[in-house]
Protein backbone atom coordinates (compact mmCIF):
# COMPACT_ATOMS: atom_id res chain seq x y z
CA UNK A 1 0.00 0.00 0.00
CA UNK A 2 0.74 3.88 -0.36
CA UNK A 3 3.23 5.10 2.61
CA UNK A 4 2.27 8.21 4.38
CA UNK A 5 5.09 9.67 6.55
CA UNK A 6 3.72 12.04 9.44
CA UNK A 7 6.38 13.94 11.37
CA UNK A 8 7.30 14.00 14.43
CA UNK A 9 5.58 11.35 16.36
CA UNK A 10 5.57 13.00 19.50
CA UNK A 11 5.78 16.65 20.70
CA UNK A 12 5.87 18.54 23.93
CA UNK A 13 5.74 21.86 23.95
CA UNK A 14 5.14 24.81 26.32
CA UNK A 15 1.56 26.74 26.39
CA UNK A 16 1.37 29.38 23.92
CA UNK A 17 3.94 28.41 21.55
CA UNK A 18 3.19 26.86 18.14
CA UNK A 19 3.98 23.68 17.27
CA UNK A 20 3.54 22.25 13.09
CA UNK A 21 3.02 18.74 12.10
CA UNK A 22 4.02 17.52 8.94
CA UNK A 23 2.55 14.56 6.57
CA UNK A 24 4.16 13.83 3.62
CA UNK A 25 2.95 10.71 0.91
CA UNK A 26 6.11 9.18 0.37
CA UNK A 27 4.99 7.57 -3.26
CA UNK A 28 2.34 8.94 -4.86
CA UNK A 29 0.64 12.15 -4.74
CA UNK A 30 -2.10 13.60 -3.05
CA UNK A 31 -4.61 16.18 -4.11
CA UNK A 32 -6.35 15.92 -0.44
CA UNK A 33 -5.25 14.69 2.40
CA UNK A 34 -6.85 14.27 6.01
CA UNK A 35 -6.58 15.88 9.46
CA UNK A 36 -8.18 13.87 12.26
CA UNK A 37 -7.99 14.48 15.89
CA UNK A 38 -8.21 11.25 18.84
CA UNK A 39 -8.90 11.67 22.19
CA UNK A 40 -7.89 8.61 24.58
CA UNK A 41 -10.21 5.34 23.68
CA UNK A 42 -12.42 7.42 21.67
CA UNK A 43 -12.47 7.64 17.76
CA UNK A 44 -11.19 9.47 15.04
CA UNK A 45 -12.76 13.09 14.60
CA UNK A 46 -12.17 14.40 11.03
CA UNK A 47 -10.97 18.17 11.93
CA UNK A 48 -10.13 19.36 7.98
CA UNK A 49 -9.64 18.65 4.65
CA UNK A 50 -6.38 19.67 3.06
CA UNK A 51 -6.62 20.27 -0.82
CA UNK A 52 -3.03 21.19 -2.39
CA UNK A 53 -3.20 24.71 -3.52
CA UNK A 54 -6.05 26.00 -2.28
CA UNK A 55 -8.15 26.77 1.36
CA UNK A 56 -8.69 24.03 3.70
CA UNK A 57 -11.79 22.82 4.27
CA UNK A 58 -12.68 22.74 7.96
CA UNK A 59 -15.53 20.77 9.89
CA UNK A 60 -17.40 22.75 12.25
CA UNK A 61 -16.59 23.13 15.56
CA UNK A 62 -12.87 23.81 14.19
CA UNK A 63 -10.92 26.77 14.65
CA UNK A 64 -9.51 27.57 11.84
CA UNK A 65 -7.19 30.32 13.25
CA UNK A 66 -6.18 28.13 15.82
CA UNK A 67 -5.89 24.97 13.46
CA UNK A 68 -4.03 26.33 10.42
CA UNK A 69 -3.35 23.92 7.12
CA UNK A 70 -1.25 24.22 4.49
CA UNK A 71 -1.19 22.35 1.37
CA UNK A 72 1.89 23.78 -0.78
CA UNK A 73 2.80 20.62 -2.46
CA UNK A 74 1.63 17.92 -4.25
CA UNK A 75 3.33 15.73 -1.00
CA UNK A 76 2.96 17.36 1.78
CA UNK A 77 0.42 18.73 3.89
CA UNK A 78 1.15 20.53 7.24
CA UNK A 79 -1.06 21.60 10.40
CA UNK A 80 0.17 24.14 12.50
CA UNK A 81 -1.32 24.28 16.06
CA UNK A 82 -1.08 28.15 17.35
CA UNK A 83 -0.65 29.04 20.69
CA UNK A 84 -1.12 25.96 21.80
CA UNK A 85 -2.79 25.04 25.33
CA UNK A 86 -3.11 22.58 27.38
CA UNK A 87 -6.67 21.27 25.54
CA UNK A 88 -5.24 21.47 22.47
CA UNK A 89 -3.30 18.01 23.56
CA UNK A 90 -4.36 14.93 21.91
CA UNK A 91 -3.30 12.61 19.07
CA UNK A 92 -3.05 13.79 15.48
CA UNK A 93 -3.32 11.98 12.31
CA UNK A 94 -2.75 12.72 8.98
CA UNK A 95 -4.56 10.59 6.06
CA UNK A 96 -3.93 10.75 2.05
CA UNK A 97 -6.14 9.42 -0.70
CA UNK A 98 -4.84 8.00 -3.67
CA UNK A 99 -5.48 10.48 -6.66
CA UNK A 100 -9.51 10.20 -8.22
CA UNK A 101 -10.33 7.21 -9.93
CA UNK A 102 -7.25 5.31 -8.42
CA UNK A 103 -7.34 2.80 -5.21
CA UNK A 104 -10.80 2.27 -4.75
CA UNK A 105 -10.90 5.74 -2.35
CA UNK A 106 -8.69 4.27 0.34
CA UNK A 107 -6.86 6.86 2.50
CA UNK A 108 -3.88 5.62 4.02
CA UNK A 109 -2.68 6.90 7.11
CA UNK A 110 -0.05 8.68 9.02
CA UNK A 111 1.55 7.03 12.26
CA UNK A 112 -0.05 9.97 14.26
CA UNK A 113 1.79 12.71 15.92
CA UNK A 114 1.15 12.98 20.30
CA UNK A 115 0.71 16.32 21.55
CA UNK A 116 1.61 17.37 24.98
CA UNK A 117 0.83 20.73 25.89
CA UNK A 118 2.47 21.84 29.32
CA UNK B 1 -23.99 13.25 7.05
CA UNK B 2 -23.14 9.85 7.64
CA UNK B 3 -22.72 8.39 10.99
CA UNK B 4 -21.47 4.86 12.17
CA UNK B 5 -22.21 2.61 14.91
CA UNK B 6 -20.43 0.13 16.83
CA UNK B 7 -22.11 -1.34 19.52
CA UNK B 8 -19.64 -3.48 21.03
CA UNK B 9 -17.39 -1.07 22.82
CA UNK B 10 -15.61 -4.45 23.76
CA UNK B 11 -15.14 -8.14 22.53
CA UNK B 12 -12.72 -11.02 23.14
CA UNK B 13 -11.92 -13.92 21.34
CA UNK B 14 -9.79 -17.54 22.22
CA UNK B 15 -6.82 -17.68 19.98
CA UNK B 16 -7.54 -19.92 16.73
CA UNK B 17 -11.61 -18.95 17.20
CA UNK B 18 -13.65 -16.55 15.15
CA UNK B 19 -15.42 -13.62 16.16
CA UNK B 20 -17.54 -10.86 14.38
CA UNK B 21 -17.21 -7.43 15.01
CA UNK B 22 -20.65 -5.71 14.30
CA UNK B 23 -21.20 -1.69 12.36
CA UNK B 24 -24.13 -0.41 11.11
CA UNK B 25 -24.15 3.20 8.73
CA UNK B 26 -26.62 5.61 8.21
CA UNK B 27 -25.95 7.68 4.70
CA UNK B 28 -27.93 9.04 2.33
CA UNK B 29 -25.76 8.64 -1.06
CA UNK B 30 -25.53 6.08 -3.35
CA UNK B 31 -22.42 5.78 -4.12
CA UNK B 32 -19.87 4.96 -1.06
CA UNK B 33 -17.51 2.64 0.27
CA UNK B 34 -16.97 1.23 4.09
CA UNK B 35 -13.82 0.41 5.34
CA UNK B 36 -12.60 -2.04 8.24
CA UNK B 37 -9.25 -0.25 9.81
CA UNK B 38 -7.58 -1.97 12.50
CA UNK B 39 -5.41 0.47 15.23
CA UNK B 40 -2.61 -1.31 17.53
CA UNK B 41 -1.22 0.11 20.42
CA UNK B 42 1.10 1.29 18.18
CA UNK B 43 -1.89 3.77 16.88
CA UNK B 44 -1.04 3.49 13.27
CA UNK B 45 -4.45 2.78 11.53
CA UNK B 46 -4.16 0.20 9.13
CA UNK B 47 -6.31 -0.84 6.74
CA UNK B 48 -7.90 -4.24 6.84
CA UNK B 49 -11.10 -4.75 4.16
CA UNK B 50 -12.69 -2.37 1.96
CA UNK B 51 -15.95 -2.79 0.35
CA UNK B 52 -17.75 -0.93 -2.60
CA UNK B 53 -21.26 -0.41 -1.77
CA UNK B 54 -22.22 -0.80 -5.41
CA UNK B 55 -20.89 -4.55 -5.17
CA UNK B 56 -23.15 -7.42 -3.98
CA UNK B 57 -20.50 -9.91 -3.21
CA UNK B 58 -18.86 -9.82 0.00
CA UNK B 59 -15.34 -8.57 0.52
CA UNK B 60 -12.41 -10.90 1.57
CA UNK B 61 -8.80 -10.29 2.62
CA UNK B 62 -7.33 -14.05 3.81
CA UNK B 63 -8.80 -14.42 7.14
CA UNK B 64 -10.78 -11.26 7.14
CA UNK B 65 -14.12 -11.32 5.66
CA UNK B 66 -17.19 -9.25 5.76
CA UNK B 67 -21.39 -9.29 5.96
CA UNK B 68 -22.57 -6.39 3.44
CA UNK B 69 -26.08 -6.51 4.06
CA UNK B 70 -26.84 -2.77 2.05
CA UNK B 71 -30.84 -2.86 2.70
CA UNK B 72 -29.90 -2.76 6.09
CA UNK B 73 -27.16 -1.01 6.01
CA UNK B 74 -25.00 -3.42 8.24
CA UNK B 75 -21.32 -4.05 7.51
CA UNK B 76 -19.75 -6.81 10.14
CA UNK B 77 -16.03 -7.64 9.79
CA UNK B 78 -15.72 -11.94 10.88
CA UNK B 79 -11.85 -12.51 11.96
CA UNK B 80 -11.26 -16.51 11.25
CA UNK B 81 -8.86 -18.53 12.99
CA UNK B 82 -7.70 -15.41 15.21
CA UNK B 83 -4.54 -14.57 16.32
CA UNK B 84 -2.33 -13.10 18.82
CA UNK B 85 -1.46 -9.94 16.49
CA UNK B 86 -5.30 -9.42 15.65
CA UNK B 87 -5.79 -7.71 19.10
CA UNK B 88 -6.54 -4.44 18.76
CA UNK B 89 -9.17 -1.46 18.32
CA UNK B 90 -11.14 -1.93 14.94
CA UNK B 91 -13.08 1.04 13.47
CA UNK B 92 -15.42 0.46 10.91
CA UNK B 93 -15.99 3.80 8.47
CA UNK B 94 -17.93 4.94 5.59
CA UNK B 95 -17.43 7.14 3.32
CA UNK B 96 -18.21 9.09 0.36
CA UNK B 97 -16.29 11.37 -1.82
CA UNK B 98 -14.12 13.14 0.74
CA UNK B 99 -16.52 12.71 3.52
CA UNK B 100 -14.88 9.49 5.74
CA UNK B 101 -16.65 9.07 9.15
CA UNK B 102 -15.40 6.17 11.81
CA UNK B 103 -17.34 4.89 14.14
CA UNK B 104 -16.49 4.97 17.55
CA UNK B 105 -14.29 1.29 17.87
CA UNK B 106 -14.27 -1.97 19.43
CA UNK B 107 -11.44 -3.08 21.63
CA UNK B 108 -10.88 -6.45 20.54
CA UNK B 109 -8.80 -8.93 22.95
CA UNK B 110 -7.30 -12.04 22.01
CA UNK B 111 -6.58 -14.52 24.69
CA UNK B 112 -3.80 -17.34 23.86
Known amino acids: GAVVSQHPSWVICKSGTSVKIECRSL??????MFWYRQFPKQSLMLMATSNEGSKATYEQGVEKDKFLINHASLTLSTLTVTSAHPEDSSFYIC??????????????FGAGTRLSVL | AQTVTQSQPEMSVQEAETVTLSCTYD???????LFWYKQPPSRQMILVIRQEAYKQQNATENRFSVNFQKAAKSFSLKISDSQLGDAAMYFC?????????FGAGTRLTVKP
Open chain 1, 27 to 32: DFQATT
Open chain 2, 93 to 101: AVKNNNDMR
Open chain 2, 27 to 33: TSESDYY
Open chain 1, 95 to 108: SARLPQGGGGNIQY
